[in-house]
């Protein structure tokens, strides 16, 4: 016999009283944590040890990675006093990006992915102890920084697509998108508290000390790479990591319309809408210095990681192809309302809802990515995901720079992002195949397919 069907206590008026508060709120006590915790972040990818180690190393070293993202810039804009020599420094950037993360996503599908990861982080980490000896020494040479933030460029393009394509040797397919959203969470981390440590010591020290920063807590990516498993070629793999091999991927990536147009949405986010060039100009001209350009730094990335600890949700959307669409409309809508915002507070927070709109749409366009192509050619697809993330922001830089140059700071980021808005809006319209995209219907396309 049930609870519910025992009778009640005979003339106990008090159990009666007794009783109902305690076995009422029971059941929306147990609604309330049930929902919390499908709204919480999905964590059983840490529990495997080689994913958790990876993971861990990334996000440390990715806040180190952007304290230099910040410094590199003010520095370029303390020397020269101009947004279009701060926008120069995406050009700088986008053409390794471009190179060699084409590249280095055809070695990724050739080699032991391990080994080429921690080779890839200890370019990027020279880079990073050259620019902390241009510091001490004090050479201020806008050529030099340019070269090595080049170099860097270099190793992020060829490190970034191969431990992308390391996740999904490390975690069950259905654990992918749980695992993306733990990186990509882990990244907005280092974007948020990256700035603000920027902040802090370019007001009180030194280039020098962000570069040093960084210098130290990359250390921790080294160590990572190293503990990984080996993770060589899975089957056959023929010829070379050229420019063959280069071809096919993108031959591939041409008659998987899905898989496209995840690329082109993005391209078109961050190419017209990323303000970041405009950060240092508009922090001192309408927020007043360098403490200010630290929280517009960080602004997107607040949000993006606010958003990803409430990420329970993600795993649970299957009409990938719409939650992508509508993300990078509220990005582009939200960078348009900052630009218009007059208080740093308010222009911190629009940033953000934009950021937390980022960080859903990367997680969607990554798993597609992920869980679609083959991992005969997950390298190359991640490389090219690698031109598109990366580069993309570049892009806008030098975008937004050359924008402000003619039409002033205010017009070219509100522009850029009313314009971002409409144009994914029309590229749903005329590839209606994005927009019909379903994770449950999909399966990994071979290359026979």
């Known amino acids: 016999m049930t609870p519910e069907q025992q009778p009640p206590p005979a003339e106990t008026p008090d159990t009666v009283q007794k009783d109902e508060p305690e076995d009422e709120p029971?059941?929306?006590?147990?609604?309330?944590?049930?929902?919390?915790?499908?709204?919480?972040?999905?964590?059983?990818?840490?529990?495997?040890?080689?994913?958790?180690?990876?993971?861990?190393?990334?996000?440390?070293?990715?806040?180190?990675?952007?304290v230099t993202a910040v410094a590199v810039p003010v520095q370029v804009y303390d020397m020269t006093r101009s947004s279009l020599w701060v926008g120069v420094l995406g050009f700088v950037n986008l053409v390794p990006l471009i190179v060699f993360g084409l590249w280095g996503g055809a070695i990724a599908d050739h080699m032991d992915?391990?080994?080429?990861?921690?080779?890839?982080?200890?370019?990027?980490?020279?880079?990073?102890?050259?620019?902390?000896?241009?510091?001490?020494l004090g050479i201020g040479s806008l050529t030099l920084i340019f070269g090595v933030v080049a170099i860097q460029a270099m190793g992020f393009a060829v490190a970034s697509p191969t431990r992308s394509a390391?996740?999904?040797?490390?975690?069950?397919?259905?654990?992918?998108p749980a695992a993306n959203t733990l990186n990509f969470t882990a990244s907005q981390f280092g974007m948020l508290a990256g700035p603000l440590f920027a902040g802090v010591l370019l007001a009180h020290w030194h280039y020098a000390a962000a570069y040093a920063l960084d210098a130290v807590l990359f250390t921790v990516v080294l160590y990572a790479a190293l503990r990984l498993p080996p993770i060589p070629p899975l089957g056959d793999i023929t010829g070379s990591p050229g420019l063959r091999s280069v071809i096919d991927g993108l031959r591939y990536l041409a008659t998987q319309p899905v898989l496209l147009m995840s690329f082109v949405v993005d391209i078109i986010a961050m190419a017209i809408a990323m303000p970041r060039a405009?950060?240092?100009?508009?922090?001192?001209?309408?927020?007043?210095?360098?403490?200010?350009?630290?929280?517009?730094?960080?602004?997107?990335?607040?949000?993006?990681?606010?958003?990803?600890?409430?990420?329970?949700?993600?795993?649970?959307?299957?009409?990938?192809?719409?939650?992508?669409?509508?993300?990078?409309?509220?990005?582009?809508l939200a960078v348009a309302a900052s630009g218009l915002a007059g208080q740093l507070w308010l222009a911190v927070a629009l940033l953000a809802v934009g950021g937390a709109a980022d960080l859903?749409?990367?997680?969607?366009?990554?798993?597609?990515?992920?869980?679609?192509?083959?991992?005969?050619?997950?390298?190359?697809?991640?490389?090219?995901?690698?031109?598109?993330?990366?580069?993309g922001p570049r892009l806008g830089d030098v975008r937004a720079g050359a924008t402000a140059s003619v039409a002033g700071?205010?017009?070219?980021?509100?522009?850029?992002?009313?314009v971002?808005?409409?144009?994914?809006?029309?590229?749903?319209?005329?590839?209606?195949?994005?927009?019909?995209?379903?994770?449950?219907?999909?399966?990994?396309?071979?290359?026979?397919?």
């Not at 390391?166 to 992918?176: A, K, Q």
């Not at 192509?373 to 993330?389: C, E, W």
């Not at 700071?409 to 009313?418: H, I, M, Q, R």
Request: net charge positive; proline share 3%; hydrophobic share 50%.
């Open 26 to 66: 029971a059941e929306p006590r147990r609604t309330a944590r049930n929902r919390l915790r499908r709204l919480a972040i999905d964590t059983r990818p840490l529990g495997m040890p080689a994913y958790r180690r990876l993971w861990l190393g990334q996000g440390v070293s990715f806040v180190g990675f952007q």
């Open 113 to 136: 992915r391990r080994r080429l990861l921690f080779v890839s982080s200890c370019v990027m980490w020279v880079a990073t102890l050259l620019l902390l000896l241009q510091a001490l």
């Open 166 to 176: 390391i996740i999904p040797r490390l975690v069950d397919r259905t654990l992918v």
């Open 278 to 332: 405009l950060f240092p100009e508009v922090a001192e001209t309408r927020f007043g210095g360098e403490g200010a350009v630290g929280w517009l730094f960080a602004a997107i990335a607040i949000g993006a990681f606010l958003g990803g600890l409430s990420s329970g949700w993600i795993g649970r959307v299957r009409k990938q192809g719409i939650a992508l669409v509508v993300s990078i409309v509220i990005w582009g």
């Open 360 to 391: 859903v749409s990367a997680v969607f366009r990554q798993s597609m990515l992920q869980t679609y192509a083959p991992d005969k050619l997950r390298g190359r697809l991640q490389g090219v995901f690698t031109v598109v993330v990366a580069g």
């Open 409 to 418: 700071a205010t017009a070219s980021w509100v522009g850029g992002g009313l």
């Open 420 to 449: 971002c808005a409409a144009l994914v809006i029309v590229v749903a319209i005329a590839v209606p195949s994005l927009l019909r995209y379903d994770a449950r219907t999909t399966e990994t396309v071979s290359v026979e397919d």
